[in-house]
């Protein structure tokens, strides 16, 4: 049932995204794809990827048994897994093949962590919002969002910044929570290393924005790039669509056209230019990690269904 609902979710945002469409003009801007460009925001991306797993690396301060090799390939196989199963699944498969490695460190322990990332990008993306909201660039994120991102920054900042009360509230009433808490709070230790590499992280978020779009023409200001990194990751990041079909592009279009004015067919275009560049990096390298682990999407997929 999960999965229909997945699947249509993906279709009804496509539909919206492409209901006008002119197929013609969208092959004509994709043929028109500078190369270069595209070459350069795989690189890029690949360096996303190396990123996230020091910073989850950083986060953990894991065992010696667990070397940058082991982060690098869970994170891989767990976007991969990502691409082919709805909810966000890859992320709890992260963590498994993780545990996996050591068997010391609990899987409550290692996804709390994980929450821990998020509530970090979080944060940042609190942080750049307010920003470029304080620099008169409200246009580039809209009213109603300018106000969910403010409320996303000020919880966010509590829990980095903050005692845990409320954690601690928790473990009280539910003990059993206690491993998957004390990994999340593992994001108020190491602060200094850890916005040091999430800074690192969005930066290249940022840059992998602006070489995609320039591959096809489109050229945004750096406010602009930043705007789109934002409202992009938002969306992309709701454990809705496998590989966040549909609603990715619904957001990137939305964004370049209605809000910076780019004609609709070459935010069309951008839409499918921004994804598919991660798509194939994530599928095809993923899936390299995905052998080098001895398994394979059968498995995975049954154990999904458990």
């Known amino acids: ?8 979710v993906s279709l009804a945002c496509l539909y919206i995204a492409f209901q006008q469409v002119d197929l013609n003009q969208i092959f004509s801007a994709l043929s028109n794809t500078h190369l270069s460009y595209v070459i350069a925001a795989l690189i890029i991306t690949n360096i996303t990827f190396f990123i996230r797993s020091l910073r989850w ?6 065992p010696k048994s667990l070397t940058l090799k082991h982060y690098l390939s869970t994170t891989h196989i767990g976007y991969f897994i990502n691409n082919i199963l709805p909810f966000r699944a890859g992320d709890i498969f992260r963590a498994k093949l993780l545990s996996n490695h050591d068997k010391s460190i609990k899987l409550s322990y290692l ?10 990008d979080l944060w940042v993306i609190g942080l750049f919002s307010v920003i470029l909201i304080l620099l008169g660039y409200t246009n580039l994120l809209g009213v109603q969002f300018i106000v969910t991102v403010i409320a996303i920054s000020f919880l966010s900042s509590l829990i980095i910044f903050g005692r845990h009360s409320l954690s601690s509230r928790l473990l009280v009433t539910f003990p059993s929570l206690t491993n998957f808490v004390s990994g999340y709070k593992l994001v108020s230790e190491n602060k200094v290393r850890l916005w040091s590499w999430s800074m690192l992280l969005w930066i290249s978020f940022v840059a992998y924005v602006t070489l995609s779009l320039k591959a096809i023409g489109i050229v945004l200001t750096l406010e602009q790039a930043l705007g789109l990194t934002i409202i992009s990751s938002i969306v992309s990041s ?12 619904l957001a990137v279009i939305y964004c370049l056209h209605n809000l910076y004015g780019i004609n609709i067919e070459l935010a069309q275009t951008g839409a499918i230019v921004m994804h598919s560049i991660f798509l194939l990096y994530s599928i095809v390298v993923g899936y390299i990690y995905l052998l080098s682990e001895n398994l394979n999407i059968g498995s995975i997929v049954n154990d999904d269904k458990n």
């Open 1 to 8: 049932m999960k999965k229909v609902l997945s699947i249509g």
């Open 57 to 62: 690396k950083t986060l953990l301060n894991s």
């Open 111 to 120: 996804i709390g962590s994980l929450v821990g990332e998020k509530i970090i």
């Open 238 to 249: 709701f454990p809705i669509a496998p590989a966040a079909i549909g609603t990715y592009h």
